[in-house]
């Protein structure tokens, strides 16, 4: 049984059919609600069944001898633990691919900045002519990849908490943390419980392997000695006893210069960060150095992480709508000296907004608050923090867009999930970029 009809259980779905399983689907939705999908999983799937259904009959009642998760499926519901009761193994569609998945695994995972090194990565294995797919928690889903693997091919997984936590087969030859900071809370209950999860990556690397972690975010390094792997560790701090460091305005490797800042195209010191991480794992993939430092300078970034989509009149938009916890909102507002309106809200994930107050404090023209969580962060910021609801992005836009000067900067950093007006985040920074793209004809 696969449980979750979104992109990664359909990939499922179709793997375990590949592999001649026959597997039963499930869903919250009826089948009719799945939109383009519900042909497919027709298609693929030996009975379709809703998940209320299943709760009400049992899993094991039903014939089955295996369940798949989807990440958005919480591993802990209590069908679940009936499931398990009953002797039947429930995993994540991760380790299901695990399973057949060839070629070597470089796996990136971290509260922010996932997608932008993973999609980094794979860009310089690329660059440097080494054989490579990229896919995860970004673009293909891990059972998707399978049937393109092969023995000498890289295969560059960007990894949440929520596909690790169901992972126990996924030997990276190359693992990666960025860093850690709490993060949906709403569905690990603390932060204990997303730190643990994060950390199977690690747990089960083999001898041989490497873990590359950030010496500057406790729960990374400490990642760097949880399993079998050799540590590699790099740092923003000048520290010359790591692998890679940040010296002065130096990227340095192994105490050689690799490239300097001012040859990384993306804004922020995080994205330095995130250069490092890609950097360092390419390199102990088999990337040569100047091919890491020409790739790095031909990174044309990512979708929805700082993206810059116009100037008008004199006033810069950015789309950060993949900032959807608080840490991820203060490096983007990190990033920017000019002064500010900022786009804040969205979906509350058991958040703690308080930071954001000194982070834009003084700097910040003003706050433009939309979806749930709008009550919720001015409470805890509009003491020191100007404000203004505007219940959606669409008037938040406007608001901008009549008021902001020039030299001034709008950015969607939401710090919140998408959901109460979204179907992802994507879908979020979609409908802000073209609402952006089209202020002159709907201001004239």
């Known amino acids: 049984m696969v449980m979750g009809m979104a992109r990664s259980g359909v990939a499922a779905l179709r793997l375990l059919r590949a592999e001649g399983a026959v597997p039963m689907a499930t869903d919250v939705r009826p089948l009719e609600e799945l939109g383009a999908r519900a042909e497919e999983v027709q298609l693929l799937a030996d009975g379709y069944v809703m998940q209320a259904a299943v709760a009400e009959a049992g899993v094991a009642s039903l014939g089955v001898t295996l369940v798949v998760l989807s990440p958005g499926v919480p591993a802990d519901l209590p069908l679940l633990a009936d499931a398990r009761a009953a002797g039947i193994d429930v995993i994540g569609e991760v380790e299901l691919a695990a399973a057949f998945l060839e070629g070597p695994v470089l796996g990136i995972t971290g509260t922010n900045g996932k997608t932008t090194a993973t999609a980094l990565t794979g860009h310089l294995l690329q660059t440097a002519g080494i054989p490579v797919q990229v896919g995860g928690n970004i673009g293909t889903p891990v059972c998707g990849m399978v049937e393109s693997s092969a023995p000498g091919r890289w295969n560059v997984l960007e990894l949440s908490s929520f596909q690790l936590e169901t992972t126990s087969q996924l030997a990276a030859r190359i693992a990666v943390c960025l860093n ?35 010496a500057d975010n406790l729960p990374s390094l400490r990642y760097g000695f949880a399993g079998a792997a050799e540590a590699k560790v790099f740092t923003l701090t000048g520290d010359s006893r790591h692998s890679m460091w940040l010296d002065d305005r130096t990227v340095m490797y192994e105490g050689k210069a690799l490239l300097r800042r001012d040859e990384i195209p993306l804004p922020g010191l995080h994205n330095v960060e995130n250069v490092m991480a890609a950097s360092l794992s390419a390199l102990l993939a088999g990337a040569g150095p100047e091919a890491v430092a020409r790739g790095v300078a031909s990174f044309p970034g990512v979708e929805h992480r700082l993206e810059f989509v116009r100037e008008r009149a004199g006033v810069r938009w950015y789309n950060d709508s993949k900032a959807t916890n608080v840490d991820a909102s203060l490096k983007a507002v990190a990033s920017f000296a000019e002064p500010m309106w900022v786009m804040l809200g969205g979906r509350d994930k058991h958040s703690d907004y308080r930071p954001l107050a000194a982070a834009l404090r003084g700097k910040v023209r003003r706050a433009l608050l939309v979806g749930e969580a709008a009550p919720l962060i001015e409470v805890q910021i509009g003491k020191d923090v100007p404000c203004q609801h505007c219940g959606t992005i669409d008037a938040a836009v406007a608001v901008a867009a009549g008021e902001a000067q020039s030299g001034d900067v709008v950015l969607l950093a939401p710090a919140c999930a998408s959901f109460d007006q979204f179907t992802s985040y994507e879908h979020r920074g979609r409908a802000f970029k073209e609402l952006v793209r089209q202020l002159d004809e709907r201001l004239n």
């Open 180 to 214: 850690v900071t709490p993060d949906h809370l709403d569905r690990h209950h603390s932060f204990e419980n997303y730190v643990a999860a994060k950390r199977r990556l690690f747990e089960m690397q083999e001898g041989g392997a490497y873990a590359v972690v950030n």
